[in-house]
């Protein structure tokens, strides 16, 4: 019986294809730990920043990772250039590049060309400060615009430092629901999306400082919002009252 060539190199093939029941490859992760320099197992937030730096915030300290030696910043109350304090709640790159902190105990600046750090703060004497020290949430809109959750919501203008604040007034409906902030997202028209601890969902508008509330008001069992991927779901379906949005000092 005579075998064609085509058949022979179909078979040998055929013989070299991987089983279709071949063990998939393990599925594996490269942990970081204290070992490797990381000052805390808490690791709240990570970002990269424009130089390829890895960021890590975590319970005791910033940490900056190369991808071979971990390097920590820490609170030193002898240096008002340190950062503001070693629980990091949260880290934000901007536009501009620059990688802001956000912390138990107010916000830093990291600045690159003095490995050092600026400081804002809640200042009671000052109006144009923050409203609170506990930073929660961060955010950058399409202008460059900073805007931070501490003790309400904080516009913060990265050139001047100048704060405005918006907080929440019970004689006025249409103020923001609740000073506790757990997520800002920006959205694609540039309204600002804030997510409360117990206040339910705002929409802000900082052109004409007009603060919009969701339905997922104060009385919904979904009151507590912390992701903003349920601001996308429901961005354009939710119903809302609006109305001027007073500046509490």
Not at 229 to 239: A, G, Q, W
Request: hydrophobic share 40%.
């Amino acid at each position: 019986m005579t075998v064609s060539r085509n058949v022979v190199v179909a078979f040998v093939a055929l013989l070299a294809w991987p089983a279709v029941d071949a063990a998939e490859p393990a599925t594996t992760f490269t942990h970081i730990g204290a070992a490797d320099g990381l000052p805390s197992p808490t690791v709240w937030a990570v970002t990269q920043d424009s130089r390829g730096f890895m960021w890590f915030a975590t319970s005791a300290g910033l940490a900056r990772y190369d991808g071979l030696e971990m390097f920590v910043y820490r609170h030193d109350p002898q240096n008002t250039r340190s950062i503001v304090n070693d629980d990091i709640s949260g880290l934000l790159v901007d536009r501009a590049g620059a990688l802001w902190v956000g912390t138990a105990a107010g916000l830093s600046r990291y600045d690159p060309s003095t490995d050092s750090f600026d400081r804002f703060t809640h200042d009671p004497n000052n109006s144009n400060s923050l409203a609170g020290n506990l930073v929660t949430a961060l955010a950058e809109d399409r202008d460059g615009t900073i805007w931070v959750g501490a003790g309400g919501l904080n516009r913060l203008d990265p050139v001047s430092g100048h704060v405005t604040r918006y907080q929440h007034d019970p004689d006025n409906p249409a103020s923001l629901s609740n000073n506790f902030i757990w997520a800002i997202h920006v959205g694609a028209t540039g309204q600002i999306w804030i997510g409360t601890n117990g206040g339910g969902l705002d929409r802000f508008n900082p052109i004409n400082s007009g603060l919009v509330t969701s339905c997922w008001g104060q009385n919904s069992r979904r009151s507590e919002i912390n992701s903003m991927t349920l601001f996308e779901r429901f961005i354009k379906t939710v119903p809302v009252r609006s109305g001027p949005a007073p500046m509490v000092a």
